[in-house]
């Protein structure tokens, strides 16, 4: 193994998500609803928001972080999209585009659905507790305290004496070659002023609107 070799290409791992996003047809499909510019130094905008969520399955918490991961794939895609550039697209991006591109995204996702339902073995669902949960989807839900000042007339700390925000987390598991599943937050009024006021209504409140990010669910003949 070395390091000092030439055309190495860091995070090569995250190659393979940039390149499914493109073969699967999400980044074609983004380019239909972003918008589109003619000029020589015009950016494409898809590519740019596909370039950016890879980045942050880096880690990059902002923009300019995003800028410098996507450096190290130069080669294979390309120059680094900038950061003002990406702060253009998000700063245009109002709620009707996003409505358009959570359907673009359903309709992605029902595609590649679709293909895994294809293959030799079939969709690859679940089997909990040896029961095969064929044509099901299953939404995990937990909670964490992020820890932060509060200021708050009448806050309430949790069990452990702590101030923070509540962030319900809904985990997708669909696949047992994924078996951590994906962890993402599902939108809400998080910041509460007592935290213990997450009940259990919360969450069920939460795990209804769930099903909306993926659209309808698909559910092939037994």
């Known amino acids: 193994m070395t390091a000092d070799g030439k055309g ?3 995070h090569a791992g995250v190659v393979l998500l940039r390149k499914l996003a493109d073969r699967v047809g999400l980044t074609d499909a983004l380019a239909g609803v972003l918008p589109s510019g003619t000029t020589s130094s015009w950016r494409d905008r898809a590519t740019a928001l596909v370039g950016l969520v890879v980045a942050i399955a880096l880690g990059a918490t902002n923009l300019l972080e995003a800028e410098q991961l996507q450096l190290h794939h130069g080669s294979l895609f390309g120059p680094a999209v900038s950061d003002s550039t990406l702060h253009r697209l998000l700063s245009t991006t109002d709620e009707t585009r996003r409505a358009q591109i959570a359907k673009v995204r359903q309709r992605v996702r029902r595609h590649v659905w679709t ?3 294809l293959r030799p ?3 690859p669902y679940l089997t909990v507790a040896g029961r095969h949960l064929k044509g099901w989807i299953v ?6 305290v992020i820890t932060a000042a509060s200021r708050k007339q009448g806050a309430t700390g949790t069990f452990k004496g702590t101030f923070g925000f509540q962030c319900a987390m809904r985990r997708s598991d669909v696949s047992p070659a994924q078996p951590g599943g994906t962890w993402e937050e599902v939108p809400g009024p998080d910041d509460l002023p007592d935290p213990e006021t997450v009940t259990g209504q919360e969450h069920v409140r939460k795990l209804t609107a769930a099903p909306r990010r993926y659209g309808r669910c698909v559910r092939w003949p037994a």
Do not use: E
């Open 115 to 117: 293909l895994l339902h």
């Open 139 to 144: 939404l995990g839900m937990d909670a964490t």
């Open 8 to 10: 190495l290409v860091g």
């Open 121 to 123: 073995g079939g969709f």
